[in-house]
């Protein structure tokens, strides 16, 4: 099994410390998001684990060995790190076809990748009249092209159009249930959401969480429950014999915090109130991930209550 390892990796350019530390280790099988603010140290790690840059110290390896040591990297890793790294006076055609027979890669992978992207009827075509959605989905071709057991994905939703986002998404789980190593980083919540089994979170090039979505959405929030009753006083009276306060939402619902929906059906169904409709309310990523970063979040914009002040 192939997996990216990660050791006490450190990355300086002059005063800035891009990468601090950092250790993880990115398990085949899974889709790994990685998430992080702006200037967080996700582009430098992935280029480090790349050999595109070398580390101050530490070390990145692929299956145990740095990506330098290599003769065929592609065989072993596909990335896609910036969708314009393609030359635009060329095909991606020919653009495949170099990268193909650099890499010991035969040549018929170069139709099949094409044909994988939807890239199909247009690999004769110049690469400078590409959408940037296309040319991402060039940069998905060639990081597909060796058959690597790790893949790298550097927000591969960006200029995907709907049908694009569907067509990564199932992409990247597919390439995870085939046993590969495939990281994603992404700015999407909703998006990493949909597609990430487990997340490596920075802030300031540091590890701020290394875990299981599931784990990462339960340990950062509260349960709270939202339901809807033809019988509100009846609730809210059963609701302060337990101690509870059940909040109106503005949509007719109700909201407890800090129960969940499996003791509130017993409550009320023990004193026979009409429930419409009862469910736990699932914290989302987004809400997760910005309560984690609040505090490493570099360039968040100054709230209004500031501007008032400057
Ligand atoms: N070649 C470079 N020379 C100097 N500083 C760099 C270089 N590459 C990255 N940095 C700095 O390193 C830090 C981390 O940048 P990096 O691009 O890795 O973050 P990121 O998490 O990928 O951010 P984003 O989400 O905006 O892409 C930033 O402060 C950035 O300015």
């Not at 006076?89 to 027979?101: E, K, M, Q, Y």
Request: positive net charge; hydrophobic residues 40%; charged residues 25%.
């Amino acid at each position: 099994m192939t997996s990216i390892d990660v050791h006490e990796l450190t990355k300086e350019y002059g005063t800035t410390r891009a990468v601090d530390r950092l250790s993880f280790r990115v398990q085949p099988g899974r889709v790994t998001g990685f998430l992080g603010p702006n200037g967080a140290g996700k582009s430098t790690t992935m280029r480090l684990v790349l050999g595109l840059d070398r580390p101050t110290s530490g070390s990145a390896t692929i299956g145990g060995r740095s990506c330098a040591q290599l003769t065929e990297p592609l065989r072993t890793v596909g990335a896609l790190l910036d969708a314009h790294a393609a030359h635009g006076g060329r095909t991606p055609r020919s653009h495949l076809a170099v990268l193909a027979a650099s890499n010991g890669i035969p040549g018929s992978r170069v139709r099949a990748v094409l044909e994988e992207t939807g890239l199909g009827d247009v690999g004769a075509r110049r690469i400078k009249s590409f959408s940037l959605g296309m040319r991402q989905r060039l940069g998905i071709a060639a990081a597909l092209l060796g058959d690597p057991r790790v893949i790298m994905l550097d927000e591969p939703s960006n200029g995907l159009d709907p049908e694009g986002i569907i067509w990564i998404r199932e992409l990247m789980k597919r390439l995870a249930r085939e046993g590969r190593t495939v990281l994603v980083s992404s700015h999407l919540m909703n998006e990493t959401a949909s597609f990430a089994d487990h997340l490596v979170v920075l802030g300031r090039g540091r590890l701020l969480a290394d875990m299981p979505m599931k784990q990462f959405l339960d340990s950062r929030s509260r349960p709270r429950v939202r339901l809807r009753t033809t019988e509100p006083a009846r609730l809210h009276a059963s609701l302060a014999s337990k101690g509870l306060t059940g909040v109106p939402a503005e949509d007719g619902r109700w909201v407890i915090d800090g129960v969940t929906a499996a003791e509130i059906g017993a409550l009320v169904a023990g004193e026979g109130i009409p429930l419409l409709e009862l469910g736990d309310e699932r914290a989302t990523l987004e809400q997760a991930y910005l309560d984690l970063t609040a505090e490493d979040t570099p360039f968040a914009a100054s709230p209004a209550r500031n501007r008032q002040e400057a």
